[in-house]
């Protein structure tokens, strides 16, 4: 019997040994887990650190334009016409790379920089610097675009214009000054509003009357004022209608010209809504440019005085439409567009023109797309026949094959 | 642009007064709140597309979207509060 007790104790005893054991071992395996996760939990926060963005930024975005034109044009001069051919690879009048810098400096001050590479050689679009001043409040100081319109603002860039070609006349308007600005976006209601005015430099006028923008060292001590009011009347922002003005001194001060003012006006509406399974694309600009009455001197050896009404007029209008919700033809986009633009008759650069561009491009993706765009230009000359500038009738016709990306 | 001594105190103060004047309408500016409502995914689809084809989030990592944003907010004059809704969209949906 004290055998058989002996025998229980001594089970109980090992047993109680090999639970203590196993529970141990558990503890220990658990510990180790538990060491091996944290060590993992620390390596991925300090991954994550070496990862986590900072304050500043910069970044290289840009776009790039390249493409085929084929030309040919009839000019017709006191009843004789001449005919010319052309073809150019690199599109002559598009061919474009522009890098653009932006830095962004926490998330009060941003800064723009815009060089472009193009068949002017190297130029500058914009480069100026943002202050976001207060949540609908943005003040800008540099080489700004000007709020007159939105087509050189908002529409210019290859990857986002539907044709090959700018429409003749807006792209011409002056577009870049040295200056300041304050803009933004203003919610009212159901509807939003937008503002933007700018105070710069201004136009210069040229010997024949014509404008030029952009020169850091003003001709006069008066500065231009350009601004722009837009309204989306619908909750959905499918429509936006814009007025601009642009008001100014553009003479030269010590010359006659010294109180030659311009005074411009610009009207635009942008419409883009989806009917299902069509994207409806609907744009249009309207610009005035008027500069008071001068009287200008030829340049050549005669020295002769002339006058004109120096009033400029150029607008586009263009739809176009994307079947978006056809699986099979979403890629493509058709697209037409009828501009106009009429300079000042009776000067040396007098003319009425108008010019009607059909175009079928293909996306290659969001921001990347290969442009067929077909042109036929008519221009008329209404150049002073005094002065030797009338040059008659000149009609065109061009074929485009351009390829654009935003990279 | 030459202004008379005697009047520069008078068109300071008016500056002033216009510059106050701007700033309190702006912040009296409100939408309703359907629009106040809007998602980030609504606001991109609605307002990318009036200028060009609507963005692919992937196209960018977050922090680069946060410099897009602001640039484009100062192209197409968004307001503040849907540039951060819209670029929250582009983050969180890559």
Redesign the interface.
């Known amino acids: 019997m004290k055998f058989k007790i002996q025998n229980s104790s001594y089970g109980f005893l090992l047993l109680f040994l090999l639970g203590t054991i196993i529970q141990l071992r558990a503890q220990d395996q658990k510990s180790t887990v538990d060491s091996s996760l944290l060590e993992r939990i620390n390596y991925l926060e300090q991954q994550m650190n070496y990862h986590k ?1 900072g304050d500043d ?1 910069f ?1 290289v ?1 840009g776009l790039a334009n390249f493409g085929f034109s084929s030309n040919k044009t009839t000019n017709t001069l006191n009843g004789i016409s001449t005919t010319s051919k052309k073809s150019n690879l690199g599109d002559i009048d598009q061919f474009e790379f522009s890098p653009m810098f ?1 830095w ?1 400096h926490e ?1 009060k001050y ?1 800064m ?1 920089f815009e060089p472009t590479f193009s068949q002017n050689g190297l130029g500058v679009s914009w480069a100026d610097i ?1 202050y ?1 001043a ?5 003040i ?1 100081a540099g080489y700004l675009v000007l709020p007159f319109g939105t087509y050189s ?3 210019a860039a290859g ?2 214009n539907k044709f090959a070609t700018d429409p003749i006349g807006i792209a011409d308007m002056p577009t870049s000054d040295y200056g300041v600005e304050v ?8 509807m ?1 509003m ?3 005015l700018a105070l710069s430099n201004g136009l210069q006028l040229g010997n024949d009357g014509t404008v030029t923008s952009g020169y850091l060292v003003d001709n006069n ?3 231009t004022i350009t601004g722009r009011l ?1 309204l989306l009347p619908f ?4 429509l ?1 209608i814009g007025v601009s003005g642009m008001f100014g001194k553009v003479g030269t001060e010590g010359t006659s010209f010294h109180n030659v003012n311009g005074n411009m006006y610009a009207f635009d509406f ?1 419409y ?1 809504k989806t009917y299902v399974p069509f ?1 409806v694309n609907f744009k249009s600009q309207y610009n005035i440019e008027d500069i008071s009455n001068a009287d200008y001197t030829t340049a050549d050896e005669w020295a002769t005085n002339y006058t004109f009404k120096n009033h400029s007029t150029s607008s586009f209008t263009q739809c176009s439409i994307r079947p978006t919700g056809i699986q099979a033809l979403h890629d493509f986009e058709l697209a037409a567009r009828y501009s106009t633009y009429n300079t000042p008759s009776n000067s040396t650069w007098g003319s009425d023109q108008s010019a009607f561009a059909i175009g079928l491009n293909y ?1 290659l ?3 990347s797309v290969i442009k067929f765009t077909y042109e036929k230009y008519n221009g008329n000359s209404t150049g002073s026949e005094v002065l030797n500038a009338f040059t008659g009738i000149t009609k065109s016709n061009t074929l485009y094959l351009q390829f654009s990306i935003q990279l | ?2 202004i008379n001594k005697n009047l520069q105190p008078i068109s300071i103060s008016i500056i002033v007064f216009v510059g106050i004047l701007f ?1 309190t309408t ?2 009296a ?4 709140k ?3 409502a809007k998602s980030g995914v609504q606001l991109w689809s ?2 990318c ?8 989030p992937s ?1 960018f990592s ?3 979207w ?3 944003g ?2 484009m ?10 540039r951060d809704k819209i670029v929250d969209f582009l983050k969180s949906a890559r």
């Open positions: 963005s930024h970044m975005v932006l962004r998330k941003l723009e943002s976001f207060a949540p609908n409040v943005i800008r603002k908002k529409q990857w986002i803009e933004g976006g203003l919610p009212l209601g159901d939003k937008n503002y933007d001590t008066n500065k837009g909750s959905n922002s499918s936006e942008n883009v994207l996306w993706s969001w921001r | 642009m030459k700033i702006i912040n500016c409100a939408p309703t359907a629009i106040a609605e307002n597309q009036r200028c060009h084809n609507t963005p692919s196209t977050p922090e680069i946060e410099t897009v602001m640039h907010q100062t192209r197409a004059l968004i307001t503040e509060n849907e």
